[in-house]
């Protein structure tokens, strides 16, 4: 598909999220079941999905057709992030045929001494026709990655860096909607998605789609939720 399909085919809808890490009760490395989450996903009518790792990307292209916004997570010493961080990363989600390559965009530090902008500028020279969603957390992150050549923006880290370290409990709404009023791309809500409501005020106030993981995708979160939500 063309980004211009890729855009049309997302817009309005819900981005299934489907990942495990390790530590997480459903991770298990190279014999994932991720494509089985997007199995559902897809049956419950969703038209694209987010995953992790070259392994998901490949087998959830298979098994559903879909298409996928591909990242793959991976620690480095000196590296704050750990979406997509490196041109390693990049390489890997390219080889597994990923439609978009989300890469992180926030100011953390970064072990090479780049910024995200000038990672993202490397990355544009490498690959000229690669469809780029940059993850922020903030206003500014989402600003510069765009100018730095990023296709659509997400809020996807929102709350995960240490300058939005108080950002929890609800989406930010706010983010979003200011994020859709100066922005000349696709905004993409994605963070504390957790309700149908929520991800329905998300698509009212502008955004292009809405990515929806952990309220769908990991049993250990959605069954914590319960269990605090009784007490």
């Known amino acids: ?5 890729l855009f049309a085919v997302m817009h309005g809808t819900i981005i299934v999220s489907c990942q ?26 969703a038209k694209m999905i987010r995953t992790s790792s070259k392994h998901d990307i490949i087998a959830i292209k298979e098994e559903t057709g879909l298409p996928v916004i591909g990242l ?18 990049v390489d890997e989600c390219m080889e597994a045929l990923s439609d978009i390559v989300s ?24 690959y000229p026709n690669i469809i780029i969603m940059a993850d922020c957390a903030t206003y500014e992150e989402a600003v510069a ?11 996807t880290m929102n709350g995960y860096t240490k300058e939005t370290a108080d950002c929890k409990g609800d989406p ?10 100066v922005m000349d791309c696709p905004v993409i809500a994605e963070g504390r ?3 149908p409501e929520q991800a329905k005020k998300m698509l009212d106030l502008g955004a292009w789609a809405v990515v929806v993981g952990g309220a769908i995708t990991r049993p250990l979160e ?4 319960f269990m605090e939500g009784i007490k």
């Open 145 to 155: 990655a765009r100018r730095a050549g990023a296709d659509l923006v997400g809020t």
């Open 222 to 225: 959605i069954a914590t939720r």
């Open 20 to 45: 495990a890490t390790p530590g997480e009760p459903l991770y298990r490395g190279e014999d994932s079941i991720m494509y089985l989450m997007a199995r559902a996903a897809k049956q419950a009518g």
């Open 193 to 195: 998605v957790h309700t």
């Open 1 to 5: 598909m063309t980004k211009e399909e």
């Open 72 to 89: 793959i997570k991976r620690e480095y010493p000196g590296y704050c992030g750990r979406i997509t961080m490196t041109m390693k990363e």
């Open 103 to 126: 890469i992180d965009c926030t100011n953390t530090v970064r072990g090479d001494g780049l910024s995200a902008p000038e990672f993202l500028q490397q990355v544009r020279e490498k």
């Open 172 to 181: 930010n709404f706010d983010l979003v909607e200011r994020l859709v009023n």
